[in-house]
Nanobody, 122 residues
Framework: QVQLVESGGGLVQAGGSLRLSCAASGRTISNYAMGWFRQAPGKEREFVAT????????YYADYALGRVTISRDNVKNTVDLQMNSLKPEDTAVYYC???????????????WGQGTQVTVSS
C-alpha cells in the first residue's frame, strides 16, 4: 500500500504561483509513475500531469503546458507540482496518484491522496 498526502494548496490571486507537494509513505514511489489530477465543483476529475518512475518522462494536459511543471524526488519519496500563471479556472481540488504504468488515464492509478484545495481569485 502507498499512502499519499498532498499539501501546498491555498488561495492565490490570478497570475500567481503555487507549489503542491505529495508525500508518500508505506512504500517507495520509485517503482511508480506519479500523476496529478484535479476536480472542480460540478466537473469530472481531469488529468494535469504525470511523470515516469525515473523522472525521465513527463506528460502534461494541453491546458497545463508551459504553466505547470511536475517533478519527483525518489529519495525523499515526494512528487511536486509547480503551477505558475494561475487562472480562476484552475480552481479545483488537486490530487496526487500513483500508477504501475505511465498514463494520463485516472483508471490506471491505484493509489490516491485525499486532495488539496487550490482557489484562484480573479
Amino acid at each position: 500500500q502507498v499512502q499519499l498526502v498532498e499539501s501546498g494548496g491555498g488561495l492565490v490571486q490570478a497570475g500567481g504561483s503555487l507549489r503542491l507537494s505529495c508525500a508518500a509513505s508505506g512504500r517507495t514511489i520509485s517503482n511508480y509513475a506519479m500523476g496529478w489530477f484535479r476536480q472542480a465543483p460540478g466537473k469530472e476529475r481531469e488529468f494535469v500531469a504525470t511523470i515516469s518512475w525515473s523522472g525521465g518522462s513527463t506528460y502534461y494536459a494541453d491546458y497545463a503546458l508551459g504553466r505547470v511543471t511536475i517533478s519527483r524526488d525518489n529519495v525523499k519519496n515526494t512528487v511536486d507540482l509547480q503551477m505558475n500563471s494561475l487562472k480562476p479556472e484552475d480552481t479545483a481540488v488537486y490530487y496526487c496518484a500513483a500508477a504501475s504504468i505511465f498514463s494520463s488515464s485516472s483508471d490506471r492509478y491505484d493509489y490516491w491522496g485525499q486532495g488539496t484545495q487550490v482557489t484562484v481569485s480573479s
